[in-house]
């Protein structure tokens, strides 16, 4: 049974798809007010968030099938009921990186500017989506005595302590955005935040991985902390090429 946040006039409305709701609105805002600050015309880059919305939950959706085909492949329609959770930031950030570059070389946005202020957008997105994880039981923490651990239910309404693994990943969250947030006029190039955002996430989700009841595999191989920990190369990697030639 799918968790219900609220009912409205004989519609339940389930905590998933509220808080990656509220999540995208409030992340979308900030992003557009940002942009002044990194030179861009907030309406463009308004426009251009809104337009990568398609491609990036896309992305995530597809990825967090293909890591979860037995869940899905005898009953595909569950793959388009969105209320159940299920999708993947990595997938989401791959699809909205690739469709922005031809965008932004349409509009003629600088790609290092546009994805530091996409930043601050992805990040409040994730950390109300994870929220929204928590209460819909998606992505479960494991069971644990620690004294972290808290009472709250898997995907399948199994209640238990477990390891806040979705609120520990909404934590992250905010406090890389704060770190964006006070590092924002310091940094030496455009594109720096986004990279340096990226490979802070990376490395706190390699080991939030383990706190997790069940992880996104392909065979025995852990798609998602192989994914970060390549991102964190990459991130850290284009950190060093491009601070060297600012």
């Known amino acids: 049974m799918r968790a219900v946040l609220f009912e409205w006039r004989g519609t339940s409305f389930h905590p998933y798809p509220v808080m990656n709701f509220i999540g995208i609105v409030i992340g979308v805002m900030a992003g557009t007010f940002e942009a002044p600050s990194r030179s861009l015309d907030a309406d463009v880059v ?19 099938v293909a890591t979860h085909w037995e869940l899905y492949r005898h009953e595909p329609i569950r793959i388009l009921r969105r209320a159940d959770g299920g ?56 069971l644990s005595r620690g004294w972290l651990a808290i009472v709250s239910r898997n995907e399948r309404g199994i209640l238990g302590r477990r390891a806040p693994a979705q609120l520990l990943e909404s934590a992250v969250a905010v406090v890389i955005l704060l770190g964006a947030f006070a590092f924002w006029n310091q940094m030496p190039f455009d594109g720096a935040i986004f990279l340096a955002a990226l490979g802070s996430y990376c490395v706190a989700r390699f080991s939030l991985e383990r706190a997790r009841e069940s992880s996104d595999t392909v065979g025995k191989v852990n798609t998602n902390r192989v994914i970060a920990a390549a991102l964190v190369a990459i991130s850290t990697a284009s950190f060093m090429v491009f601070w060297s030639q600012s």
């Open 46 to 64: 308004n426009v251009v968030l809104l337009l990568l919305l398609l491609p990036a939950l896309l992305g995530a959706r597809l990825l967090f």
């Open 87 to 142: 999708a993947s930031l990595f997938g989401g950030l791959a699809f909205a990186f690739l469709f922005s570059l031809p965008l932004l070389g349409v509009l003629r946005v600088g790609i290092g500017a546009f994805w530091d202020v996409a930043s601050i957008t992805i990040l409040i997105g994730l950390a109300f989506t994870k929220v929204g994880c928590f209460l819909n039981g998606c992505c479960a923490g494991r």
